[in-house]
């Protein structure tokens, strides 16, 4: 299963929630304690969800016998909320009544087993809730979508199954969901209109079908956006102008079909686009040069044209490290000269094209390239001499092509 990395923007965003729980608010205050008893109805809603588990939870208590403490158990996140009397024959200066309440539920890679269970929309103050990487089946319970202050909501990497609720609609403080690697059916839901808040979701291979929910759109703090392996279809229809802070579009391993969007140009902070096997038709648009941050492209095993126009274009990304045009631009003619940028290129793929001609004289321009297949193409000629002069090379694969005569020396020395 993957495991999700330390610095990717889910688990970045949890840690800042974590730490917000230490900011006082308005007409209450919130600290991180375990040493005050929980809330009664937290703590039943706790003990029903761990009865509904196979497994038992390490270190959390297996029947409440007597007086126990929640905020204590591994995982229970509790903030301490205080509140003014409400009785009228308390003055203003009375103490605050404090009230322990959990906050957070994070227990991932636990091994857990069994169903999520509906006991849990008792935690009425869970802001984020994280249980990847166990083993969870069944649906996920509607009742989960009452709790209107969840920011966080992780259960990737688990077995849930069903379709996906379209409740989720309803949590309009979520900031970031992930749901991938799960069994879900059907399509997603286009219930993304009061998401106001979202700024990440990853719905990562899970067979959703269907199109693209168009209310993704009206997500204007989306960040992340990762719907790769699934088997979505149709055009890609969101507009691109509302997703101004978009970094992160991966769309990879559908079947999407259609032009390359021109509106991507919109979305000026974008550093990673993944559009690699689809059915997507067309030309590169001419405006997504304008993508001055874009680091990572992939647009391979697509049926994409005029590979000429595409380094043209793509040439203005300066600050481009890896291009993956394998399988696309099928049997074209390869220019050898014109191209001037691409200075940044690091990793550079365009395998099995049917590409002709000899070999590009603008490679020679890309001194910090590490890795580069131009394998399975119709490439002739000798390799250059200067082929030998990237110092930072090393992965090679220029195999089965029609080059001829000898090896060059240069490729010999390479420092890499």
């Not at 595409?310 to 300066?318: E, K, P, R, S, T």
């Not at 394998?375 to 000798?382: P, R, V």
Request: proline share 5%.
């Amino acid at each position: 299963m993957r495991r999700p990395s330390s610095t990717s923007p889910y688990y970045c965003c949890l840690l800042l929630l974590l730490s917000f729980f230490s900011v006082k608010t308005g007409a209450f205050s919130i600290h991180n304690h375990s040493n005050h008893n929980c809330n009664s109805n937290d703590l039943g809603a706790l003990y029903g969800f761990s009865r509904s588990l196979d497994t038992q939870i390490h270190e959390w208590p297996v029947a409440i016998t007597n007086p126990t403490n929640c905020c204590s158990w591994p995982g229970v996140h509790c903030a301490l909320f205080s509140t003014y009397p409400t009785s009228s024959s308390s003055s203003f200066d009375s103490s605050l009544v404090s009230n322990a309440r959990v906050v957070g539920l994070d227990l991932p890679g636990k091994g857990l087993e069994g169903v999520l269970s509906p006991s849990l929309s008792g935690l009425d103050k869970l802001s984020f809730l994280n249980l990847s990487l166990n083993s969870f089946r069944g649906p996920i319970p509607p009742e989960l979508f009452d709790l209107k202050l969840l920011a966080v909501i992780d259960l990737s990497n688990n077995h849930l199954s069903g379709e996906m609720p379209p409740g989720i609609g309803n949590l309009s403080s979520l900031s970031l969901l992930d749901i991938s690697n799960n069994r879900f059916t059907g399509m997603i839901p286009d219930v993304f209109h009061g998401l106001q808040k979202l700024e990440g979701f990853s719905a990562e291979s899970i067979g959703f079908v269907g199109r693209l929910p168009t209310s993704l759109s009206s997500c204007s703090m989306l960040t992340s956006l990762d719907l790769r392996n699934n088997s979505l279809n149709g055009s890609i229809d969101l507009d691109f102008g509302r997703l101004l802070r978009l970094t992160v579009l991966n769309l990879g391993w559908n079947r999407l079909h259609g032009l390359i969007p021109e509106s991507h140009s919109s979305c000026k902070a974008l550093q990673i686009l993944n559009l690699n096997r689809n059915n997507l038709s067309g030309l590169v648009p001419q405006k997504l040069r304008n993508l001055r941050f874009l680091s990572f492209l992939a647009l391979e095993q697509n049926n994409l044209s005029n590979i000429s126009n595409a380094l043209a274009v793509l040439q203005g990304c300066h600050n481009l490290t890896v291009l993956s045009l394998t399988q696309s631009f099928r049997n074209e003619q390869m220019p050898t000269n014109g191209i001037r940028g691409f200075g940044s290129l690091r990793a550079l793929s365009m395998a099995n094209c049917g590409f002709k001609g000899s070999m590009p004289l603008w490679l020679r321009k890309c001194r910090e390239l590490r890795a580069i297949n131009l394998a399975w193409n119709h490439f002739s000629g000798e390799i250059p001499s200067w082929f030998g002069g990237f110092d930072h090379l090393f992965v090679m694969d220029l195999s089965n092509n029609s080059f001829y005569g000898e090896i060059p020396i240069s490729l010999m020395q390479l420092r890499s």
